[in-house]
């Protein structure tokens, strides 16, 4: 799976941004999706995910309730809604894909075979 990450930039606080990942290659509709986040000088960590067939959904804790991961099969694409964003979101974000998993472990990047480039969220004070 090729995954494609857009819709980064920059926003002021308690603002929005809408990401996209588009996902080529292999039958969509077959992984779950996830998007994990790593700033400067930090690791890379879990943001959100989404089962194969959008049924299931996880947050991390600090986002819940300002994000929203969801998908579309038909176009193979994946998107994260963040409102409300705080200059603590500022980051790298990266779509991720793995075969069809437990959501017990949804969160661990080390179950996610395939990685998107990344964009660049900026969230000024």
């Known amino acids: 799976v090729q995954l494609q990450a857009s819709g980064g930039g920059l926003a002021q606080a308690g603002g929005s941004l809408r990401l996209s990942c588009a996902a080529s290659g292999r039958t969509f509709s077959n992984y779950d999706m996830a998007w994990f986040r790593q700033a400067p000088g930090k690791e890379r960590e879990f943001v959100a995910a989404i089962s194969l067939s959008g049924s299931g959904t996880r947050y991390t804790d600090s986002v819940k309730g300002r994000f929203t991961i969801s998908r579309d099969n038909a176009k193979n694409m994946v998107f994260l809604q963040m409102n409300s964003l705080k200059p603590e979101d500022t980051a790298v974000y990266y779509c991720?894909?793995?075969?069809?998993?437990?959501?017990?472990?949804?969160?661990?990047?080390?179950?996610?075979?395939?990685w998107g480039q990344g964009t660049q969220v900026t969230v000024s004070s």
């Open positions: 991720a894909a793995r075969p069809k998993g437990s959501i017990l472990t949804m969160a661990r990047q080390g179950r996610y075979d395939y």
